[in-house]
Each structure stands twice: as C-alpha cells, then as structure tokens.
C-alpha cells in the first residue's frame, strides 16, 4: 500500500516538473514574442526617423536612410568566397566574412571581440542552466550561451586585438596602402611616354624662336625697372611690338596661307603678351614685369586702362608661380595658343588643328620627361591655356570701352592695327 502511494507521489512530482519545464518554455516564448516586438518597435522608430545607425565592419559609425537601404551597403562588404546567403555559424542570421577563423555575422564577430577584450566572459550567467538554443532572435538574451556556442563553433581569442595591437595593425594597413600607392604613381609615371626624337627636334626648334624673342631670359629680375607710384594714373596699354613674338619661325606655322598667318597672330597676340608677363611675376613685391623691363603693381597696370584684365593677368601670375615652368614650357604653351582653329575667317582649319595636336602631344611628352611633384600637373596646366583665351577675349571687349571712354587717346598704330578687328 505504502509503496503504491510513494509511485503515485513520484509521478505527481514528474507531472509537476514537466509542468514548470513547460512553463519555462512558455516564458522563453514569451520572451522570444517581446523580443520580437521590440524588434519591430525599433524598426518603426527607424522608419519614421528616416534613417538609423550601423557599425560597419572594423570602421566608424556611419549613417543609413533605412534597413533596405542596410542590406544594399552590407552587400558591398560581403568576401566573394562567401556562397549567397551563408548563415552565422553561431546565431544563424547572414554572414559577412570569416571572423576568427569562423564565418559569422557582424553581431557576433563584435560580441565576441567586445567580450575577450573587455574580459567579460567570467560574469556571465544563464538563468536555465546554459542550455538556451542561440539564434537571430534569441542571440542577446543569454550572453553566457552565446559566448559558449562562439567557442563551440571554433572562434579564436588569441585573434582579438587589444587596443594597442589594434591600432599598430591598422597603422600597418595604412601605411601598406600608402605604399601601394607610390608604388602605383611611379609605375604610372614610368610608363608615360617621352618625346620622340621628331619630338625633341620640334621642342628644339619651338623653344629657341622664344629665346630668340626673350633675350632678358632669367635675368629678368635684376633688369627691371619699377614704376613710380603715382605713374598709371592714364590709360597706359600694352604694346605688342615691345615684347617681340617671332611666331613666324616656328615650325609648320610658314606652310599656312598668310591671310592665315596673319588671323592666327593677330589672336594669340594678347594672350602671349599676358602669358610672359604672367610667368615673371614676383611674389615678393607683387609685381609683373612687362615689356622694356617694366616691372607694374595690378593698381597700376588696372588704372592704366586695362580694367578687370589686369586682375586676371595678376591672378594667373600666382597661380603659374608654383608651376616653375621653363622655357620650353612657356614656349610651347605659346606655340598651342598661336595654333587655334577656331579664330574668325580661317581658311585652313583642319591643317591648323592638325598643327596644334602635334604641339599638344609633344608638349604633354614634354611634361612627362620633366617628372613634376604637382599632381595632375598637364590638365592643371592645360588650364592655364584656357584661362589665357579666357583674358584674350577679355582684352578685346575691355578695347571697345576704351574706345568709348577715350575717344580722344591716340593708340600706338601697331596696337590699333592688332586689336582693331578683333571679334569679342
């Protein structure tokens, strides 16, 4: 009887155990549920603040417009070794590389890194005797299980970083890419091609018909002369037979018809007047020094009568300063202004664009044998062409007002021969 009473006992006391062990899977039900809706709370605060915050693979905060868009930019981040949609081997949600010798997620790789580092793993506990199942859901209600499964699955501590490791690693990576860089420019430097020897007799040719017209040549310093302050008061204008240009000797240009010849000098003549006085321009004293070993300041050279010219003339000196063009340089940026098609009433418009690509090539080859520190140093200096045309066009509009302003000057003939009929 006693013992048929203490079975009945014993079975009570199972029915009761698998009772609580019910009850304590309904609680972890109940749990995953509110996970769940905080989950779904946190994303409709994200949708209705229109953007929300990811830590991206071992980098800074950054900035999201919502979990499309998420997904979208961590796709970017996904290893090409990686099969599509490859699970977390600890918590199951989608991978995103190999973390400590294992493929997991960004959750987990942080989890566990965060964990080593901060020595965390010793305080934590489980509340159901560290047998909670870890998955998408479940990962961040037990810290101890997820810790457990993180070893279980095989991810390294000797791999987590301290601070100090961290930071020399990333150090390192930097300065490998820097590397890599240089490496890059120098193989890219190497392989720009250098003038030919037709080149280098065209570059020859080019660059002694400019000396030949610019006999100051780097002594242009110790030859000026300085304008005394209360000259450049009256219209004072730039003469084109001062600073002598012998574009006529220059190569190819003898074979174009004159009527031609005469167009094509007639336009570059301001923008080459502008282009020697820009490149003797001295920082020092502010100066540009002009034809006849004038040197002028840019009120004086404005209230001469050249306006708002004279301020793009001075701005294009400052700015061809840290150029420290040669003479070759200067010579063949003279050569491509001379060899524009696109001057009114040529005749020989293709043979002259044919003209100045071959200066334009021979120039660029030029540069690449000169190997500048300036970055990008031919586009940069291609644009100094364009301001130069820009100031051209500039002067001959500036001339009509002139005209206008003083109706009484008296203009040198050769200038008013030159300027006269020029289009603005």
Same mark, same amino acid.
């Given at each position: ?11 009570? @006391? ?14 972890? @039900?109940?749990?995953?549920?509110? @996970? ?13 603040? *229109? ?24 796709? %970017?981040?996904?290893? !090409? ?17 190999? /973390? ?6 960004? *959750? ?12 965390? /793993? ?19 209600? $037990? ?24 930071? +020399? ?28 020897? %037709?080149?280098?007799?065209?570059? /020859?040719?080019?660059?002694? +018909? /400019? ?30 037979? *001062? ?23 007639? *336009? ?30 840019? @009120? ?30 200067? +010579? ?63 002067? +001959? !509009? ?7 302003? $003083? ?18």
């Amino acid at each position: 009887m006693e013992d048929g009473e203490r079975e009945r006992e014993r079975e009570r @006391e199972r029915e009761r155990e698998r009772e609580r062990e019910r009850e304590r899977e309904r609680e972890r @039900e109940r749990e995953r549920e509110r @996970e769940r809706e905080r989950e779904r709370e946190r994303e409709r605060e994200r949708e209705k603040e *229109g953007e929300s915050t990811v830590m991206w693979p071992d980098g800074p905060k950054r900035k999201r417009k919502n979990s499309q868009c998420s997904v979208k930019s961590m796709s %970017g981040y996904i290893p !090409s070794y990686l099969e599509k949609d490859e699970p977390c081997v600890v918590c199951g949600d989608k991978a995103t590389g190999y /973390h400590y010798r294992c493929i997991t997620c960004e *959750g987990c790789k942080g989890f566990f890194r965060r964990t080593i580092q901060k020595n965390l /793993h010793p305080a934590y506990s489980c509340k159901y005797e560290a047998c909670c199942v870890i998955d998408k859901i479940t990962r961040n209600q $037990c810290q101890l299980c997820r810790f457990k499964k993180c070893i279980a699955v095989g991810m390294a501590m000797d791999l987590v970083l301290d601070d100090s490791k961290r930071v +020399a690693k990333r150090r390192l990576i930097e300065a490998n890419r820097e590397k890599r860089k240089k490496e890059e420019l120098v193989k890219t430097l190497q392989s720009r091609p250098e003038p030919s020897d %037709g080149e280098w007799d065209l570059i /020859h040719m080019v660059t002694e +018909a /400019h000396r030949h017209t610019n006999a100051q040549g780097a002594s242009w310093k110790q030859k000026r002369k300085f304008l005394p302050e209360d000259i450049g008061q009256g219209p004072m204008v730039p003469t084109p037979d *001062g600073d002598k240009v012998d574009l006529e000797k220059l190569p190819m240009f003898s074979e174009l018809p004159c009527e031609d010849q005469i167009i094509l000098l007639k *336009g570059c003549c301001m923008e080459i007047m502008s282009l020697r006085a820009a490149v003797r321009y001295d920082p020092e004293s502010e100066t540009l020094t002009l034809s006849g070993e004038m040197a002028v300041k840019r @009120e004086q050279l404005k209230n001469g009568g050249l306006g708002v010219v004279s301020d793009a003339i001075f701005d294009l000196g400052k700015s061809l300063a840290q150029f420290n063009l040669d003479d070759t340089e200067v +010579a063949l940026m003279q050569a491509v202004l001379l060899m524009s098609s696109d001057r009114s009433g040529l005749t020989s418009v293709e043979k002259i664009e044919q003209c100045q690509e071959t200066y334009l090539l021979a120039f660029e080859h030029y540069i690449n044998s000169r190997k500048h520190s300036i970055p990008h140093f031919w586009p940069k200096l291609l644009m100094k062409v364009t301001d130069l045309r820009m100031i051209g066009a500039c002067h +001959a !509009s500036r001339f009509l007002h002139m005209k206008v302003e $003083c109706p009484n000057e008296l203009f040198p003939p050769l200038f008013l021969e030159v300027f006269e009929d020029q289009e603005v």
